[in-house]
């Protein structure tokens, strides 16, 4: 099972991304820079805030916790502000599970957030069709091509050239489960999450012009419909430099119920298509990303691989009743047994019964 949750932070230029950048890593556990030719990638481990894993912690009274971790990569692109996104930039975007599109909406005149989105998809759009476009010309001169495949693909280039992401199919469509379709890691089926860049006088809840513009054109179906996150990187920027006591000081003056680390990394997570079981016990509680509708086998491999081969039963309780009891020994005692196919919730904590490993 693939565990890598990786974010592409996209826009264009003059929206502030460097800058949620330098914010996201003051709360990085890790970073990385790497710079190709044409693309510079840099790269940020974010842990995911999530009250369950605290609250079991805290019942728990154990000393260690471990959070799901999102991988935030910034690219940036020579060619961003063109009608075309370099070849590295575009590989890099391909091998992400979520787009993250930073917009702008500070300044005196800032633009449409919806002109802007619109620019931004409508480029994801084309680079889409032209891949599509390239792989069904092939397809047409190969004696091993499928009359499904070419229909598929036929039929995604349809759907792409009435100027909809493929993010928009129908959750029945049949193209979404089309292996044809996915091998192409189309950019536009990626979910999206869009980060509203606004102005320090729009902090503590005033009403913000570009957010009511927004909310108006998902509406009426002019954009793309997709989450949106408002934060003000200026004021996020600030606040890294401030000690404790003058953060929380800021942050109150100002409206600002969380920091930008883990409003940004609770929306990601939230935008992608995953579950999160937990361990718990006297001495760490662990968060685990699986994907929804995963079964309890499975989910024990993100444990360690070797307990899917070992799986004997699985013992589960929501982390709601879990806290409910007097004490760990309790709530252990109250978890109900499954076998291998029982599918795991959203919250459920988890306890994997192993056969004695062999000889």
């Known amino acids: 099972m693939n565990r890598r949750r990786v974010c592409g932070l996209i826009g264009f230029q003059s929206v502030g991304k460097a800058t949620l950048y330098d914010?996201?890593?003051?709360?990085?556990?890790?970073?990385?820079?790497?710079?190709?030719?044409?693309?510079?990638?840099?790269?940020?481990?974010?842990?995911?805030?999530?009250?369950?894993?605290?609250?079991?912690?805290?019942?728990?009274?154990?000393?260690?916790?471990?959070?799901?971790?999102?991988?935030?990569?910034n690219f940036t692109s020579k060619n961003a502000d063109t009608e075309d996104f370099c070849p590295q930039f575009l590989e890099d975007m391909r091998k992400v599970s979520l787009l993250v599109h930073v917009v702008r909406?500070?300044?005196?005149?800032?633009?449409?957030?919806?002109?802007?989105?619109?620019?931004?998809?409508?480029?994801?759009?084309?680079?889409?069709i032209e891949l599509v476009r390239k792989r069904l010309a092939r397809m047409s001169s190969s004696r091993k091509a499928l009359e499904a495949d070419v229909s598929a693909l036929t039929k995604i280039a349809?759907?792409?050239?009435?100027?909809?992401?493929?993010?928009?199919?129908?959750?029945?469509?049949?193209?979404?489960?089309?292996?044809?379709?996915?091998?192409?890691?189309?950019?536009?089926?990626?979910?999206?999450?869009?980060?509203?860049?606004?102005?320090?006088?729009?902090?503590?809840?005033?009403?913000?012009p570009c957010l009511t513009e927004l909310n108006a054109s998902f509406a009426e179906g002019l954009v793309d419909p997709g989450p949106v996150l408002a934060c003000c990187v200026k004021a996020e920027?600030?606040?890294?430099?401030?000690?404790?006591?003058?953060?929380?000081?800021?942050?109150?003056?100002y409206g600002i119920v969380s920091p930008c680390q883990q409003t940004l990394s609770s929306a990601a997570y939230g935008a992608l298509p995953l579950h999160t079981f937990f361990t718990t016990g006297d001495t760490m509680t662990h968060a685990w990303a699986i994907?929804?509708?995963?079964?309890?086998?499975?989910?024990?491999?993100?444990?360690?691989?070797?307990?899917?081969?070992r799986f004997r039963s699985a013992r589960?309780?929501?982390?709601?009743?879990?806290?409910?009891?007097?004490?760990?020994?309790?709530?252990?005692?109250?978890?109900?047994?499954?076998?291998?196919?029982?599918?795991?919730?959203?919250?459920?904590?988890?306890?994997?019964d192993l056969s004695k490993p062999p000889k």
């Open 291 to 309: 994907p929804r509708g995963c079964n309890a086998v499975d989910a024990s491999a993100c444990i360690h691989s070797s307990f899917a081969k």
């Open 23 to 73: 914010v996201l890593l003051q709360g990085s556990a890790k970073s990385q820079v790497n710079a190709p030719d044409e693309s510079q990638k840099m790269d940020v481990t974010l842990p995911v805030f999530d009250e369950r894993l605290e609250a079991l912690s805290k019942f728990c009274k154990n000393s260690q916790k471990h959070p799901v971790e999102l991988e935030v990569h």
């Open 105 to 128: 909406s500070f300044g005196s005149a800032p633009p449409s957030p919806s002109d802007e989105i619109d620019r931004m998809n409508s480029k994801i759009i084309a680079n889409d």
């Open 237 to 253: 920027k600030e606040m890294t430099r401030f000690s404790a006591e003058e953060r929380r000081s800021f942050m109150k003056e």
């Open 158 to 208: 349809d759907w792409l050239e009435g100027g909809k992401s493929a993010r928009l199919l129908p959750d029945e469509d049949p193209l979404r489960s089309s292996l044809k379709v996915s091998e192409l890691q189309l950019l536009s089926m990626k979910p999206m999450l869009y980060v509203l860049n606004i102005d320090e006088s729009a902090l503590g809840g005033k009403e913000n």
């Open 316 to 352: 589960v309780l929501s982390w709601r009743d879990y806290i409910s009891h007097a004490s760990i020994q309790a709530a252990d005692a109250a978890m109900v047994s499954h076998s291998k196919e029982y599918t795991l919730k959203d919250g459920d904590v988890l306890i994997v």
